[in-house]
């Protein structure tokens, strides 16, 4: 009954964390912490409480499938204060869609732009290892094959488009490209999103780059997809950027982002929404404007990451692993065996922390970038993360 295509699916990395530790007991009489999900902690401004209670009568609407022109125009002029576009260059009407958060867009990327044949071929969809799991989904789904580009220490943690074979890259459908990269924080230069913008043209793709940590940085702003589609003459086909609240504004359950980019893309993905997409209830749609609109919020909210990470630096900076990321809200520590560490974490500490092994698959050697790191995120407040780090450097 059930299509066999999705077991594969199984492989869900908190699925995985779930049965490694199931018999695990932690023996400690410490409260557990959770540092396994990338969830903000934080509260979000009180912008969006107050915004979405004013909307409170239009609960009673159905939605329109691209949002409303006001979210748009809000998206719009925050996309071009924070990379400083022409205006031009952003019709909001056809380049912006505003979506319940990046996850569903993602998925729903795979079906919207894989065909069955590429060049009479079976398509490929292109992706980092390790890497956000959706991914990996939206391509299963799409009946694509599957292709990974390593991210490792060796290669800066950034995938080598030049590694490439040309014959994959003619049967390449969709590339993901998530910069800040989770888990591991790396920022792609700009030059880098030039590169995959030009082979997304030269061959044919989709290249979607996944942005939704772009707010949350250490010490510079990453640059983003749209500024390089500027300076390579202002056009935005064969590219989409992703962006998120969940993290700009520790507003997870809000259910609120936009993809913006190629005009004919957009315009099928709002047919796909039309048919089967969830699209934003108007007045979560209201309180999306006025928190894009609100620039107050962020920095405090990127300082308590940066706290965060400070403290990272102090409790386990003397770890042989320990990096300080450039951006995202993770640790990606080096610690020899992911899963044998996270269990002595959740046994010894009560601190659930996920094997990156689980975040990334096997490359043509057999080798799993991800096998020899946790993934720590570091999403409470700076009291709670002071505790669960010393608990860590305890154990480590
Ligand atoms: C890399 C990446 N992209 C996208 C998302 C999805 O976020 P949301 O659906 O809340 O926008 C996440 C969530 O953690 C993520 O880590």
């Not at 009954?1 to 490694?20: C, G, I, S, T």
């Not at 010490?219 to 992703?242: I, W, Y």
């Amino acid at each position: 009954m059930l299509n066999p295509r999705f077991d594969a699916l199984r492989d869900h990395p908190f699925r995985r964390l779930n049965e490694l530790v199931a018999d695990i007991v932690p023996r400690t009489n410490e409260a557990p912490i959770l540092l396994s999900v990338g969830e903000p902690q934080g509260q979000p401004p009180a912008l969006l409480a107050e915004t979405l209670a004013k909307n409170a009568h239009l609960w009673n609407r159905y939605p329109p499938a691209n949002g409303t022109p006001e979210l748009r125009q809000a998206i719009k002029a925050w996309l071009i204060r924070r990379y400083g576009l022409p205006d031009a260059m952003i019709d909001a009407d056809k380049h912006i869609v505003p979506v319940p958060g990046t996850r569903e867009p993602l998925f729903m990327l795979g079906q919207t732009v894989v065909p069955e044949r590429k060049n009479g071929q079976v398509p490929v969809v292109l992706m980092p290892s390790p890497l956000y799991h959706i991914y990996i989904g939206a391509a299963i789904s799409s009946h694509a094959e599957l292709v990974f580009l390593p991210a490792t220490r060796a290669n800066g943690f950034l995938p080598d488009l030049d590694a490439v074979d040309p014959a994959v890259l003619a049967r390449t459908a969709l590339m993901y490209v998530c910069s800040p990269a989770n888990p591991q924080g790396t920022i792609a230069p700009l030059d880098y999103l030039k590169k995959a913008i030009k082979l997304a043209r030269q061959y044919g793709f989709l290249v979607a780059v996944d942005e939704c940590y772009c707010e949350i940085y250490d010490k510079h702003a990453p640059p983003g997809a749209l500024e390089a589609c500027r300076d390579l003459g202002g056009g935005l086909d064969h590219v989409v950027v992703l962006h998120s609240l969940s993290k700009r504004s520790s507003a997870p359950g809000l259910r609120s982002g936009f993809i913006a980019g190629d005009a004919e893309l957009m315009a099928r993905y709002f047919l796909m929404v039309s048919y089967g997409g969830v699209p934003l209830p108007l007045p979560i749609a209201a309180a999306s404007a006025a928190l894009w609109n609100d620039e107050s919020h962020v920095p405090p909210t990127r300082a308590v990451y940066r706290a965060n990470f400070d403290l990272a630096e102090k409790h386990l900076g003397k770890c042989p692993g320990f990096f300080r990321p450039e951006a995202g809200m993770f640790l990606w520590l080096d610690v020899g065996d992911g899963p044998a560490t996270a269990k002595r974490l959740w046994a010894e500490a009560g601190i659930k922390t996920l094997p990156g092994a689980y975040m990334a698959r096997a490359d043509a050697n057999g080798v799993n970038p991800g096998g020899p790191y946790l993934r720590v995120a570091l999403v409470y407040d700076s009291a709670t993360t002071d505790m669960a780090l010393q608990r860590m450097a305890r154990v480590l």
